[in-house]
């Protein structure tokens, strides 16, 4: 190697591609693992959305649906839990069409209200415990997908 076509004390130049596992440098596009993920975060955030409106609206109709717990520190009445979780639901089902449609302004509020969403399934864990576990879990995945996806171009997603 020539001292000519690299002087000394400068770095190697970069790789422009990555090996598709996660490491290297970004090339500016998305790995299929990065498109799929938030593809399929876009789908949970619509279902997510409408069995939050669907849960916050059992909620409204009969108070009575969920079992009552006893001394919760975060004690609120089932029928403001319900007007939370219909109002969540709504704004999660349009974020998620946003998502799905590679709106720019859906991927922050994507993340913003699956952190919301997560925020609140912790608060509802006393009233169905392993259905709150699941949407936390749900909500991470939400989350991490959203915020490793970098959109390269304007078309759709699906």
């Given amino acids: 190697m020539s001292s000519a076509s690299q002087p000394t004390g400068t770095p190697p130049p970069r790789p422009t591609t990555t090996s598709g596992h996660g490491s290297g440098y970004r090339s500016g596009r998305n790995s299929g693992w990065a498109v799929g993920g938030v593809v399929f975060a876009g789908i949970l955030?619509?279902?997510n959305g409408v069995l939050a409106i669907l849960q916050g609206i059992s909620a409204i109709a009969k108070d009575d649906v969920y079992t009552r717990v006893g001394d919760y520190v975060y004690?609120?009445?089932?029928?403001?839990?319900g007007w939370i979780h219909l109002v969540l639901g709504i704004?999660?089902?349009?974020?998620?069409?946003g998502v799905l449609s590679n709106q720019?302004?859906?991927?922050y509020t994507g993340i913003f209200f699956a952190s919301i969403s997560l925020i609140a399934q912790f608060l509802?864990?006393?009233y169905l415990p392993i259905w709150a576990v699941i949407m936390i879990a749900i909500d991470v995945f939400i989350i991490?997908?959203?915020?490793?996806?970098?959109?390269?171009?304007?078309?759709?997603?699906?």
């Fill in 45 to 47: 955030m619509i279902c």
């Fill in 75 to 81: 004690k609120i009445n089932l029928t403001g839990w």
């Fill in 91 to 97: 704004c999660l089902l349009i974020t998620g069409w």
């Fill in 104 to 107: 720019s302004w859906a991927r």
């Fill in 124 to 126: 509802f864990l006393p």
């Fill in 144 to 158: 991490w997908a959203l915020a490793t996806y970098h959109p390269d171009d304007e078309r759709d997603l699906i």
